[in-house]
Nanobody, 124 residues
Framework: QVQLVESGGGLVQAGGSLRLSCAAS????????MGWFRQAPGKEREFVAF????????YYVDSVKGRFTISRDNAKNTVYLQMNSLKPEDTAVYYC?????????????????WGQGTQVTVSS
């Protein structure tokens, strides 16, 4: 079983930055592919970013390309989401998720483990 704990959310003005962290335990972190998703009120959970086990490849939803960066530190069992140039439409609960293989997926149901989420609110 894998436990995921997100942190780093908060309230920020438009144009500001936040860095989310997700600490993993319960399994060798380098064996997990990691993703970030978000869910705004009344909307479905949306893929944001993905990083392969080695950190060598990353993928993003078009709306965050050039603004968000996903990274990981396998020595610290942690994945990060650096969010710059934040917009009010980025407001959501952000979740990290893990898959126990190296495949790249953008759909939530393909992920085996989830954190509890952290709220990000961007004011205009």
């Amino acid at each position: 079983q894998v436990q995921l704990v997100e942190s780093g959310g908060g309230l920020v003005q438009a144009g500001g930055s936040l860095r989310l962290s997700c600490a993993a335990s319960g399994r060798t972190f380098s064996s997990l592919s990691m993703g970030w998703f978000r869910q705004a009120p009344g909307k479905e959970r949306e893929f944001v970013a993905f990083i392969r086990r080695s950190g060598g490849s990353t993928y993003y939803v078009d709306s965050v390309k050039g603004r968000f960066t996903i990274s990981r530190d396998n020595a610290k069992n942690t994945v990060y989401l650096q969010m710059n140039s934040l917009k009010p439409e980025d407001t959501a609960v952000y979740y990290c998720a893990a898959r126990a293989d190296g495949s790249y997926y953008r759909t939530a149901y393909e992920y085996d483990y989830w954190g509890q989420g952290t709220q990000v609110t961007v004011s205009s």
